[in-house]
C-alpha cells in the first residue's frame, strides 16, 4: 500500500469508521485477564467541546491505549453530566428547553470527539438527565432515607437570586455562586441533607492512605476542607437563668482569659435572651443585619467585627467572672456550637472587638522571657507560652494546660474533651427544574412519603414550558404536582425541588461498568470486577467538590451492599489549564482556541500531539500556533520517511533482533531504538510525561533519518530500519493514533496497531563499546572522556586527570582525594 500525500482527514476518518465497524475498544470484565479502568472526568453537555477537554481526554486516551497494548482489559467509558443550571438558563435565554438543548449538545460533542480518535467503548454511553440513569438515583435516595442517612430540616441556606436555588457549602467561592459569580445571601428553607458528617472522620482517614497515589494539593484541600479540630465543649451558665451557652474551643488554656461571650445572630438562645427586655428591638434589628449578609462576608479576616449586647450575662466556669453577652457578626451558626468564648488578650477578633467596644482584657499566655500587660498590646499574642492569672495553672506551657484544665472541668461536669468538623452536612435540594426528582410525596396526614419503589423513576416532565424570571415550573404543573398519598389515598403533592447535579456526578463510575442493565443500577459481578477506578483524570477545580462527593457516595453504597470498594479513584491526576497569553481560555477574554479549527487545519492528531507535547500534564499549558505546526510537521516528517522507506523495508515487529553482525550504524540505530523504548515506558508508566516521551520518539526518527542511507544499503540495515520504524509507530499511535495506523500499514503490517504488544526493550542492546565519563575538578566540570565498557577504576581514573583541560587545572595542586561514581563521572579534589 502506497502511502501518496499526507491528508488528515482522510487517514483519520478513515480509522475511526475502522475501529468502530471492528469493536476495536468495546471490552467486557475477564476475570482472566489483569483490568484497568481509565476514566476522565465526564463533560457537561455545552455544545463545544474547548481546548480543557481535549487536553484531559488525550491524557486518558494515552493512558487507555498504553495499558491495552500492555494487555490489559482496558475499561475506557465516556458520557454526559446533563443535568444542572447552566442548560437551563441557556434554554431560557434561547427560548428553548432544557431537554432540547442538551440533546442537541450531547450530539454535536460526540462527533466532535469521535472526530478526535478517542478509544472510548461507546456502548457504555450515558446521559445523567435519561431516566434509565437518575431511577437508580432516586432508588438510592429512598435506601438512604430509610437509613437515616438522609433529613429534611429548616434552616437558613446559602441562596443565588441569580440561579433561584439554594447552594451547599461547598458551591459558594469566596461569598459568590461557583456557577454565575453572583453574590450569595441567606435564606430560611427547608431542605434535603445526606449526612456526609457521619462520614468525616473516614474520609478524612483514607487521605492518608492516599498520599502516594493523589496529589498533594487535593489531599490538603480535602482535609482543611473537612476540618478536623480537637479541643473541648464547655459550659457557660447564664447568670440567674435556667439556660446556658455550650461553647467548643481548641483554646481550652485560655479559659480565665474569657471575658465576655459571642453568639451568632441565628443562635437559638438570642431570642430567650432578649424577649420582653429593652434591648430586644435593636438586637433584631442587628440579627436581620447580619443574617442577611453572606456568611462568607461575614467570617472574612478584614471584615469590621461588629456587635451588640443582648443585656444578659454569663459565668466563667473557672473564675466566676460575669461575661457579657454578645451577638457578633464574626460567629457562625455553621462552625462549633454559634458560641465563642471571647479571649480578647489571645485572639485577633476578640482583640479587635474588645477594643471596639471598651471591653476587658486579661493575659493569660506570655511568652517565657517576658511579661504582658494588657493595656500595652497592640495585637493579640497568639504564640506559645505559659500560664500565668490562672490559678492552679500557672506556670504551665499552655499545651500541657489545655488538657488538665478540660479534665478539671469535666470532673465538674462542665466541660469535656470532644472533637469537632467544619464539614457540613450535604444539602442536595435544588429548586430548578432541570434535575432528578426527589422522589417523595407531601401528605397532610401522612407526612413525608416516599414514592413506592415501583412507582420509580419518577419521571421529570419534559413537554413544559420554561418561566422567564427564571423559577422552577415544577410547582406551577398542578397535573404533575397533585397526586395521591400513596400510604392513605388522599390528596398529596410531590416533592417540587429536584436533586443537586453532583448527586448524579457521584456515582456514574460506577453505572458505567453495566451501562445498560435495566435491572439494577449496576452489575454486582462488573462492578466487583472493575473498580476501583484504576486512573482518574480531571481538574483540580474539583477537589473539593466532586471528588469529596464521590468519595462519600461510594462509602454509602458500601455499606448499603452495592459495591465493594471504600474508595472510588485508585490513582488521581489532576491536569493543568490550557491558558492564552497567559490567561486561561474564555469567551468573554476573546482568547478562546477551537479545537474544531485546529482539527481541520492540522487534523486531530496534529491537535492531540501538541496537547501532550507541549507541557507536563500537571502544568498550565500556554497555547501556541507554532506549537501546534511543529506538532503537524514533525507528523510529516514521519510519514515522508515512511514514504521514502517504503520500498526498500522489510516487514518486522518493533524491537526485531536482527541476525548476524551488526554495522556501526546497525548499533548505534539498535541502541537509539531499545533505549527509546526504555524511555517512553518510563516516562508514560511511571509520571505520565508524554512530553518527554515524545520528544524520545522524535530523537529516534532523527536518527533514522541520520541514518537511512547508510543502512537502506544491505538487507541487515533495511531490517534494522523496518524495526526501529515499526518501534517508532508503536510508541507513537498512543498520541497520534491514525497517522500511526495508515503507517503500520503501509510498512506492510496486518491488524490494527493499537491491538499490538507494547514494544520490549533488551537490557543487551542498551551495552555499548564505550561510555562518557564527566571529568571534575573540585565538582566542576573541566571536560569528558569515552572510555571503554568495563574499564577498571583506575582507567578511568587515569584517563579523565589526562584530559588536557584536566590536567590543566591539576598543574601545581595537590590531589586530595578521586571520586569515582561508576559509568558517570569523575571529581578530582585538589588543595
Known amino acids: 500500500m502506497a502511502l501518496g500525500k499526507y491528508e488528515p482527514e482522510a487517514v483519520e476518518r478513515k480509522w475511526q469508521q475502522k475501529w468502530s465497524e471492528s469493536g476495536c475498544f468495546e471490552v467486557e470484565a475477564d476475570p482472566s485477564r489483569e483490568k484497568y479502568y481509565v476514566l476522565e472526568m ?7 467541546i474547548h481546548m ?11 493512558v487507555a491505549r498504553y ?9 475506557h467509558p465516556m458520557g454526559w453530566d446533563a443535568f444542572g443550571m447552566p442548560a437551563e438558563n441557556a434554554a431560557i435565554k434561547h427560548k428553548t428547553h432544557p431537554a432540547k438543548w442538551t440533546y442537541a449538545n450531547i450530539a454535536e460533542m460526540r462527533e466532535q470527539l469521535r472526530r ?8 457504555r454511553e450515558l ?9 437508580w438515583e432516586q432508588l438510592f435516595f429512598q435506601k438512604f432515607l430509610e437509613k437515616g442517612l438522609l433529613y429534611r430540616k429548616n434552616a437558613m441556606q446559602n441562596w443565588c437570586d441569580t440561579c433561584q436555588t439554594v447552594l451547599a457549602n461547598e458551591q459558594v467561592e469566596d461569598g459568590k455562586c461557583w456557577r454565575c459569580d453572583s453574590h450569595v445571601v441567606q435564606k430560611q428553607l427547608e431542605q434535603w441533607f445526606l449526612r456526609i458528617t457521619d462520614y468525616a472522620d473516614e474520609l478524612l482517614g483514607w487521605l492518608d492512605k492516599m498520599k502516594e497515589k493523589w496529589p498533594d494539593p487535593v489531599l490538603t484541600m480535602q482535609s482543611n476542607w473537612i476540618g478536623k479540630s480537637y479541643g473541648a465543649e464547655l459550659t457557660f451558665r447564664v447568670k440567674d437563668r435556667e439556660e446556658s451557652v455550650n461553647v467548643f474551643t481548641t483554646r481550652p488554656d485560655t479559659l480565665y482569659g474569657a471575658t465576655f461571650m459571642s453568639l451568632a445572630a441565628e443562635h437559638p438562645l438570642v431570642e430567650k435572651l432578649i424577649a420582653g427586655t429593652d434591648r430586644a428591638d435593636e438586637v433584631r434589628a442587628f440579627v436581620h443585619k447580619c443574617v442577611n449578609m453572606d456568611k462568607f462576608h461575614r467570617a472574612a479576616e478584614d471584615t469590621e467585627k461588629e456587635g451588640v449586647f443582648t443585656g444578659a ?11 457579657p453577652i454578645y451577638v457578633a457578626n464574626f460567629v457562625l451558626m455553621g462552625y462549633g456550637t454559634g458560641a465563642v468564648m471571647a479571649v480578647p488578650a489571645h485572639d485577633q477578633r476578640d482583640f479587635e472587638f474588645a477594643r471596639k467596644y471598651g471591653l476587658p482584657m486579661q493575659v493569660v499566655i506570655r511568652p517565657e522571657d517576658r511579661d504582658l500587660q494588657p493595656e500595652a498590646l497592640t495585637e493579640a499574642y497568639t504564640e506559645a507560652g505559659v500560664l500565668v492569672n ?36 450535604w444539602n442536595i435540594s435544588r429548586q430548578r427544574y432541570w434535575g432528578a426528582p426527589i422522589p417523595v410525596i407531601h401528605c397532610e396526614g401522612c407526612g413525608v412519603v416516599p414514592v413506592p419503589e415501583d412507582q420509580l423513576p419518577v419521571v421529570l416532565p419534559e413537554g413544559v414550558a420554561m418561566r422567564e424570571d427564571g423559577k422552577s415550573p415544577l410547582p406551577f404543573l398542578e397535573e404533575w404536582v397533585k397526586v395521591d398519598c400513596p400510604r392513605c389515598g388522599r390528596p398529596a403533592r410531590r416533592e417540587t425541588d429536584t436533586m443537586d447535579t453532583f448527586v448524579e456526578s457521584s456515582w456514574y463510575f460506577l453505572r458505567y461498568t453495566d451501562a445498560r442493565i435495566d435491572t439494577s443500577p449496576f452489575d454486582a459481578q462488573a462492578v466487583r470486577y472493575w473498580m476501583p477506578v484504576d486512573q482518574y483524570i480531571g481538574g483540580i477545580e474539583h477537589a473539593i467538590l466532586h471528588l469529596l462527593y464521590a468519595r462519600f457516595f461510594t462509602k454509602l453504597l458500601r455499606d448499603e451492599g452495592y459495591v465493594d470498594a471504600d474508595e472510588p479513584f485508585e490513582h488521581l491526576l489532576t491536569q493543568g489549564m490550557v491558558v492564552l497569553n497567559g490567561s486561561k481560555m474564555s469567551k468573554s477574554k476573546g482568547n478562546v482556541v477551537d479545537p474544531g479549527e485546529m482539527i481541520r487545519k492540522y487534523g486531530a492528531d496534529a491537535t492531540r500531539l501538541f496537547i501532550l507535547f507541549a507541557a507536563p500534564p500537571e502544568k498550565e499549558l500556554e497555547w501556541s500556533d507554532r506549537g501546534i ?20 523495508l522489510v516487514c518486522v515487529q518493533p524491537c526485531h533482533a536482527v541476525p548476524g553482525e551488526l554495522s556501526a550504524e546497525a548499533k548505534q540505530l539498535r541502541l537509539k531504538e531499545h533505549d527509546t523504548v526504555r524511555r517512553v515506558s518510563r516516562d508514560i508508566e511511571n509520571s505520565f510525561q508524554f512530553n518527554t516521551a515524545i520528544a524520545a520518539i522524535m530523537e529516534l526518527v532523527n536518527e533514522m533519518y541520520a541514518l537511512k542511507d547508510a543502512l537502506t544499503g544491505t538487507e541487515q540495515g533495511r531490517c534494522q530500519l523496518s524495526s526501529a520504524l515499526a518501534t517508532a509507530v508503536t510508541l507513537l499511535s498512543p498520541m497520534a493514533p491514525h497517522v500511526c495506523e495508515e503507517i503500520w500499514q503501509a510498512i506492510g503490517h496486518g491488524g490494527v496497531v493499537a491491538e499490538q504488544p507494547w514494544p520490549q526493550y533488551d537490557e543487551a542492546a542498551l551495552v555499548t563499546d564505550e561510555v562518557t565519563v564527566v571529568a571534575q575538578v573540585c565538582g566542576k566540570v573541566r571536560g569528558q572522556v569515552s572510555v571503554p565498557n568495563g574499564a577498571t577504576e583506575e582507567q578511568v581514573k587515569a584517563a579523565c586527570m589526562a584530559v588536557e583541560n584536566v590536567a590543566r587545572h591539576l598543574e601545581g595542586k595537590q590531589v586530595v582525594k578521586v571520586i569515582y561514581v561508576p559509568g558517570r563521572l569523575v571529581n578530582i579534589v585538589v588543595r
Open 313 to 323: 450575662y454569663c459565668l466563667n466556669p473557672v473564675t466566676g467572672l460575669e461575661m
Open 116 to 123: 478526535l480518535g478517542y478509544s472510548y467503548d461507546w456502548r
Open 127 to 135: 446521559a445523567t438527565c435519561r431516566p434509565e440513569y437518575y431511577r
Open 629 to 648: 505546526e511543529g506538532s503537524f510537521r514533525f507528523i510529516g516528517r514521519l510519514w515522508r520517511l515512511a514514504e521514502e522507506l517504503e520500498s526498500s
Open 42 to 48: 465526564f463533560p457537561y453537555p455545552s455544545g463545544k
Open 67 to 75: 495499558k491495552r497494548m500492555q494487555g490489559c482489559n482496558v475499561l
Open 390 to 425: 490562672s490559678g492552679e495553672f500557672d506556670g504551665l506551657p499552655n499545651e500541657e494546660a489545655k488538657k488538665r484544665i478540660v479534665e478539671h472541668l469535666d470532673r465538674q461536669g462542665l466541660g469535656t474533651m470532644t472533637v469537632n468538623f467544619r464539614l457540613r452536612d
Open 52 to 62: 480543557g477537554h481535549v487536553r484531559n481526554y488525550s491524557i486518558g486516551d494515552v
